[in-house]
């Protein structure tokens, strides 16, 4: 990973439909605040320990402007946040793919979204080295 770790490139984005569709199969899911989150371990290679995508419900939020601002948030607590997690899967030699479905009714601020996301990085490592022992 030669680029800098506060990054989040395409390569770390979640895109490929077989692999989405393989974790919504086969994934663990558990639900935090206003996420849901379903991750599983990444059946191929990928370039980075994790790969992650984010969802809004067109239900909650019918202006694609609310659900894209959403998203942004989430991507960029994601960016900030990610490295303790990589840190354990490079220690596990580990890779995941993980889904964030924002369940939320209303639009957060940054504060919040960071704060949530925090939570859901620090519940997936817990769960990561519970199945491991």
Same mark, same amino acid.
């Given at each position: ?35 849901? #989150? #379903?991750?599983?371990?990444?059946d191929r290679p990928i370039p980075f320990p994790a790969q992650?995508? #984010? ?6 939020? @019918?202006?694609? #402007? ?30 995941i793919i993980i889904m964030l479905l924002f369940t939320g ?13 925090? @939570?859901?990085?620090? @519940? ?10």
């Amino acid at each position: 990973m030669s680029q800098s770790i506060y990054s989040f490139s395409k390569k770390e984005r979640l895109s490929n439909k077989k692999s989405i569709s393989l974790l919504f199969e086969k994934g663990y899911s558990f639900y935090s605040h206003s996420f849901s #989150v #379903v991750w599983s371990y990444s059946d191929r290679p990928i370039p980075f320990p994790a790969q992650m995508a #984010v969802s809004v419900t067109k239900k909650s939020f @019918k202006k694609a #402007v609310d659900r894209n601002r959403i998203k942004r948030l989430v991507r960029e607590a994601w960016r900030l946040n990610k490295n303790s997690l990589y840190d354990l899967l490079k220690e596990k030699d580990r890779q995941i793919i993980i889904m964030l479905l924002f369940t939320g009714k209303e639009i957060p601020g940054f504060h919040d979204v960071s704060n949530q996301v925090k @939570k859901v990085i620090s @519940k997936i490592s817990l769960l990561l080295a519970n199945q491991e022992t």
